[in-house]
């Protein structure tokens, strides 16, 4: 089983639609959550990070959380073309504080919107 | 604006040349870690540095090192690159505490011939 699993994909969307990206983990002691977009040729762009259970929203974003399922998703509101990219998980196992941890990134899936 | 940068943006080297490639920061972050992404795969941790201590992975081929001469800026080495090795090189920064959120340089695409 590898430590973060995403579904490549191709997701395809249509614009304006609600895609929805997920990510589970393995590691039970992870404790911070990452969503990276990576367009084609560049480095990874951070979206947003969780690490409270729950639901966080940023914009058209919103994170979800579910550390009893070891489970992690986004969700993008009202697609447009230009969110067409690789979304990768990142998963960080060590806590908030003073300490701090690597982080472990899914294999990431491709989104696609199209107008 | 601060930043994290990597030089040169594209690199051609050829088999069994060393190279260095360079990265940069102006975030003052403690953390600086190194990556290897090949094409369709998920960034590969190679090793980082907190603040001067250097930690490498386990599976990071010998022929890999690198220098923190300063906070910062931090080189990769190649000692003698094999057409394996062509893939983007990405440099990430971060503070070293909280949710410890890495912030990736624009990478470096090393080409092999």
């Known amino acids: 089983q590898k430590e973060v699993e995403q579904n490549s994909g191709p997701l395809s969307v249509p614009e304006g639609a609600i895609a929805s990206l997920n990510c589970t983990y393995s590691d039970r002691g992870s404790q911070s959550f990452f969503w990276y977009r990576q367009y084609s040729g560049k480095s990874p762009e951070l979206i947003m990070f969780i690490y409270s259970n729950g639901d966080k929203e940023d914009g058209r974003f919103t994170a979800q959380l579910n550390k009893a399922s070891q489970y992690v998703s986004l969700l993008i509101r009202d697609s447009q073309p230009s969110d067409s990219a690789t979304y990768l998980c990142?998963?960080?196992?060590?806590?908030?504080?003073?300490?701090?941890?690597?982080?472990?990134f899914g294999q990431g899936t491709i989104l696609t919107v199209h107008p | 604006d601060a930043m994290v940068i990597q030089n040169p943006r594209y690199q051609v080297t050829q088999f069994g040349k060393p190279v260095t490639l360079s990265c940069s920061q102006t975030?003052?972050?403690?953390?600086m870690y190194w990556y290897q992404q090949k094409s369709s795969q998920a960034p590969k941790l190679l090793f980082h540095y907190y603040d001067k201590d250097f930690n490498n992975e386990a599976d990071t081929p010998d022929n890999f090192q690198s220098r923190r001469p300063n906070t910062s800026f931090c080189f990769l080495d190649i000692r003698s690159p094999g057409l394996g090795d062509a893939a983007m090189y990405l440099c990430?920064?971060?503070?070293?505490?909280?949710?410890?959120?890495?912030?990736f340089g624009p990478g470096t695409r090393l080409t092999v011939l």
């Open positions: 975030l003052n972050h403690n953390v």
């Open positions: 990430a920064t971060s503070r070293g505490q909280g949710p410890d959120t890495q912030y």
């Open positions: 990142a998963v960080n196992r060590n806590a908030g504080g003073t300490s701090y941890g690597k982080l472990t």
